[in-house]
C-alpha cells in the first residue's frame, strides 16, 4: 500500500493536491482513500492532507502516522512542531520539499535519514501563499515518485478536480504546472516503495498525557468566557505581516478593528490601533480595508531581520 502525506497551509491547495493524487490512483485501477484534516482555521493555518492507495481493499482508517512519501508545500512548517511535517518517518520515508533551499542542504538542517528531494519554489512572489499552483505542483511530483501514474492519468486527474472552476485559462494552467513537475521529477521516477502492512499484533498505542478531570466550566465543549484562546499563539501561522505606518494613520480605528476577524487589533487610549501580533495570523484583512492605506505586509523573515537589528546589545 502507498501512503502519501500532504503538508500545507490553508489555502495552498493540499486539499485539492490530495484529491488530483486520489484520483490519479483511481483512474489506474487502484482502491483509494484521499481526505483532508484541518480544524476551523482560517488562511495560512497549519492542515495535512492523506492519500492511501493499494491494489487490494484498504481496511486502515484515520490519519497516516508511518508515510512513505510526505510532501510539504510551505518549508518554514518544518520548524512547527504542531505542524507534524516528520511525524512518522523512517529510512524509507521519501521527503519532498517544495522549496528554494536545495536538497542537501535540508538532509543536513534535518539530519534525515531518508532521501530529501526538492520542488524548486517560484522566485517571483515573496508570501509562500501566493505561489501559484503549488498544489498541483505537489500532486504532479507525487504521482511521478511513486512510480505508478502514469502522465495522461494525471492531467484526467487535474481536469476532472478542477472542472468546475469557471475559468479555463486556470485550469490549462494548472495542468501546464502539474506536468512540469511531473516531467520535472522524471530521474527520480519510482523512488517511493510501498509501506508494510501494519499489523494489529505489532501496535503500539500512541503515548497519550493524562489530563485530570476538570469542572464543566473549563473543559465543557461550550464557551463560557472570552480570552480562552489567549494562550494559543496563532500567531506562528503567519508568513506576512501587517505593519502599520502610525504616520499615514487616521486613526479610524473602527474600521481595522472591526474587520480584523481575530479581533488581533487593540486600540490605545489615544484611538490609535495596535497589532497583537501573538495572535494575528496574517490574513491581510486589515491591509485591504485600512482607508489611507497606512497598513502595509512585510514577508516575516524581513521583519525578524529587522526586529534583531533594533534589540540592544
Same mark, same amino acid.
Given at each position: 500500500?502507498?501512503?502519501?502525506?500532504?503538508?500545507?497551509?490553508?489555502?495552498?491547495?493540499?486539499?485539492?493536491? *490530495?484529491? &488530483?493524487?486520489?484520483?490519479?490512483?483511481? /483512474?489506474?485501477?487502484?482502491?483509494?482513500?484521499?481526505?483532508?484534516?484541518?480544524?476551523?482555521?482560517?488562511?495560512?493555518?497549519?492542515?495535512?492532507?492523506? $492519500?492511501?492507495?493499494?491494489?487490494?481493499?484498504? +481496511?486502515?482508517?484515520?490519519?497516516?502516522?508511518?508515510?512513505?512519501?510526505?510532501?510539504?508545500?510551505?518549508?518554514?512548517? &518544518?520548524?512547527?512542531?504542531?505542524?507534524? #511535517?516528520?511525524?512518522?518517518?523512517?529510512?524509507?520515508? #521519501? /521527503?519532498?520539499?517544495?522549496?528554494?533551499?536545495?536538497?542537501?542542504?535540508?538532509?543536513?538542517?534535518?539530519?534525515?535519514?531518508?532521501? $530529501?528531494?526538492?520542488?524548486?519554489?517560484?522566485?517571483?512572489? =515573496?508570501?509562500?501563499?501566493?505561489?501559484?499552483?503549488?498544489?498541483?505542483?505537489?500532486?504532479?511530483?507525487?504521482?511521478? !515518485?511513486?512510480? #505508478?501514474?502514469?502522465?495522461?492519468?494525471?492531467?484526467?486527474?487535474?481536469?476532472?478536480?478542477?472542472? +468546475?472552476?469557471?475559468?479555463?485559462?486556470?485550469?490549462?494552467?494548472?495542468?501546464?504546472?502539474? !506536468?512540469?513537475?511531473?516531467?520535472?521529477?522524471?530521474?527520480?521516477?519510482?523512488? $517511493?516503495?510501498?509501506?508494510?502492512?501494519?499489523?494489529?499484533?505489532?501496535?503500539?498505542?500512541?503515548?497519550?498525557? +493524562?489530563?485530570?478531570?476538570?469542572?464543566?466550566?473549563?473543559?465543557?465543549?461550550? &464557551?463560557?468566557?472570552?480570552?480562552?484562546?489567549? !494562550?494559543?499563539?496563532?500567531? !506562528?501561522?503567519?508568513?506576512?505581516?501587517?505593519?502599520?505606518?502610525?504616520?499615514?494613520?487616521?486613526?479610524?480605528?473602527?474600521?481595522?478593528?472591526?474587520?480584523?476577524?481575530?479581533?488581533?487589533?487593540?486600540?490605545?487610549?489615544?484611538?490609535?490601533?495596535?497589532?497583537?501580533?501573538?495572535?494575528?495570523?496574517?490574513?491581510?484583512?486589515? #491591509?485591504?480595508?485600512?482607508?489611507?492605506?497606512?497598513?502595509? *505586509? =512585510?514577508?516575516?523573515?524581513?521583519?525578524?531581520?529587522?526586529?534583531?537589528?533594533?534589540?540592544?546589545?
Amino acid at each position: 500500500m502507498f501512503r502519501v502525506r500532504f503538508h500545507g497551509r490553508g489555502g495552498q491547495g493540499m486539499k485539492t493536491a *490530495s484529491r &488530483i493524487l486520489g484520483t490519479a490512483f483511481f /483512474l489506474e485501477g487502484y482502491e483509494v482513500q484521499d481526505a483532508p484534516r484541518y480544524g476551523a482555521e482560517r488562511r495560512g493555518a497549519p492542515i495535512f492532507a492523506f $492519500v492511501r492507495a493499494s491494489r487490494k481493499p484498504i +481496511n486502515e482508517r484515520g490519519i497516516i502516522q508511518q508515510a512513505d512519501l510526505v510532501i510539504v508545500a510551505d518549508d518554514s512548517l &518544518i520548524a512547527v512542531p504542531a505542524a507534524g #511535517v516528520l511525524s512518522g518517518v523512517t529510512a524509507d520515508t #521519501v /521527503l519532498l520539499i517544495y522549496s528554494d533551499t536545495d536538497a542537501q542542504t535540508w538532509t543536513s538542517r534535518l539530519n534525515f535519514a531518508g532521501e $530529501v528531494l526538492v520542488l524548486p519554489a517560484e522566485q517571483a512572489n =515573496v508570501d509562500p501563499l501566493q505561489h501559484h499552483f503549488v498544489g498541483t505542483g505537489c500532486a504532479g511530483a507525487a504521482a511521478q !515518485l511513486l512510480g #505508478v501514474i502514469s502522465r495522461e492519468h494525471l492531467q484526467q486527474a487535474i481536469e476532472q478536480e478542477l472542472a +468546475n472552476h469557471h475559468r479555463r485559462i486556470i485550469v490549462d494552467k494548472n495542468i501546464e504546472y502539474g !506536468l512540469q513537475a511531473f516531467d520535472g521529477m522524471q530521474a527520480h521516477k519510482g523512488c $517511493v516503495k510501498q509501506g508494510h502492512p501494519i499489523s494489529v499484533t505489532d501496535y503500539q498505542a500512541p503515548d497519550w498525557m +493524562n489530563l485530570p478531570f476538570e469542572t464543566a466550566r473549563l473543559a465543557a465543549p461550550a &464557551i463560557h468566557v472570552a480570552v480562552t484562546s489567549k !494562550l494559543a499563539n496563532t500567531g !506562528l501561522w503567519r508568513t506576512m505581516r501587517p505593519v502599520i505606518d502610525y504616520q499615514r494613520c487616521n486613526r479610524c480605528w473602527w474600521v481595522c478593528s472591526t474587520f480584523c476577524p481575530d479581533g488581533a487589533i487593540n486600540v490605545t487610549a489615544g484611538n490609535y490601533p495596535q497589532i497583537d501580533y501573538d495572535h494575528c495570523k496574517g490574513c491581510m484583512v486589515c #491591509v485591504t480595508q485600512c482607508p489611507p492605506h497606512a497598513i502595509s *505586509s =512585510v514577508p516575516e523573515t524581513e521583519a525578524a531581520k529587522q526586529i534583531m537589528e533594533e534589540a540592544p546589545a
